[in-house]
């Protein structure tokens, strides 16, 4: 990547004497974007958290905001677990939640969420369309609405979860560094 290429933020490093990582370190990118996938979806569950604490809504968009933040919370931890591309690495449940029961089902409820709700119009009851009608005379009056549903009382548990696995890459992080500081040589420290 060519200096002018850089971004005002990622020139900033380069001014201090930060170089690119053309090395081994480099590998560590894709824990880095798990790592952000995690804090985006953390931040996100906290934002509909706030945004839900004002019931009823006022306005459409405050629903609109509560329930985007909440539907970019669950892509964003489910992104983690997503086929990956080539040296990209993901999270498997199975290491993840080796002996977490209780976050296993978490974790299996927040993806059956993203596929049979968030990502796909399949089967879920976290919205219900219902048509109402009213007949006087031969006059048919159809009113639409819709109705959705919102986990609010697991939120805590969903965040539990985005804990355990913000630590588990946090370890595994550290777990890498320490191997590169004894296959090169060198003392790793993060900044």
């Excluded at 968009?61 to 997503?82: A, I, T, W």
């Excluded at 086929?83 to 993840?96: A, E, F, I, Q, R």
């Excluded at 119009?121 to 219900?128: I, Q, R």
Aim: glycine fraction near 4%; charged fraction near 30%.
């Amino acid at each position: 990547m060519e200096k002018e290429e850089l971004t005002e933020n990622l020139k900033s490093f380069t001014d201090n004497n930060f170089a690119i990582s053309e090395d081994e370190t480099k590998y560590l990118n894709s824990w880095t974007n798990l790592g952000l996938q995690i804090l985006e979806a953390k931040h996100s569950l906290q934002l509909a958290k706030t945004f839900n604490e004002k019931h009823p809504f006022e306005k459409w968009e405050e629903f609109v905001l509560s329930h985007g933040m909440f539907k970019n919370s669950v892509l964003s931890y489910v992104k983690c677990f997503s086929s990956s591309g080539s040296g990209k690495v993901s999270l498997d449940p199975k290491d993840v939640f080796k002996n977490e029961p209780d976050m296993k089902e978490t974790h299996l409820a927040l993806m059956d969420m993203r596929n049979e709700y968030i990502a796909h119009n399949g089967n879920s009851d976290f919205e219900l369309a219902i048509v109402f009608q009213k007949k006087k005379g031969n006059e048919l009056t159809l009113k639409q609405t819709i109705t959705f549903k919102s986990p609010n009382g697991q939120f805590e548990k969903f965040s539990a979860l985005f804990e355990h696995c913000s630590n588990y890459i946090i370890e595994k992080v550290n777990k890498k560094a320490d191997k590169m500081e004894q296959r090169l040589g060198v003392k790793i420290k993060f900044n």
